[in-house]
């Protein structure tokens, strides 16, 4: 049971640690993933898209708030059968 407990923990730590990390990415990163992405190769000028740099800024941004609300909802449920099984 200790076991099952621990590794139920290590993931919902996990989850939203990763959460984190997609929202830092997306917050603070994502307009350098864009212009690097786009940039062609050999090239010293180039234009980026508005839509590219948004794309880059809110779907890690999105990813990383599933992943947080995810551990949420599974810490919420380990926690209601952890109280119901004391009782």
């Known amino acids: ?6 590794k139920a923990l290590i ?6 640690l990763g959460g984190v990390l997609f929202v830092y990415v997306g917050f603070f ?3 350098d ?3 690097s992405v786009s940039r062609p190769e050999g090239t010293n ?3 980026t898209s ?6 880059c800024i809110y779907f890690p941004i999105i990813i990383g708030v599933s ?9 919420s449920v380990l ?6 099984k004391s009782n």
């Open 1 to 6: 049971m200790f076991q099952k407990q621990t």
């Open 11 to 16: 993931s919902i730590v996990t989850l939203f």
């Open 29 to 31: 990163r994502g307009r």
């Open 33 to 35: 993933i864009a212009i």
């Open 45 to 47: 000028g180039w234009t």
């Open 50 to 55: 508005q839509e590219l740099i948004s794309s």
């Open 67 to 75: 992943l947080i609300l995810l551990s949420i909802v599974f810490s």
């Open 79 to 84: 926690f209601i059968h952890w109280i119901n």
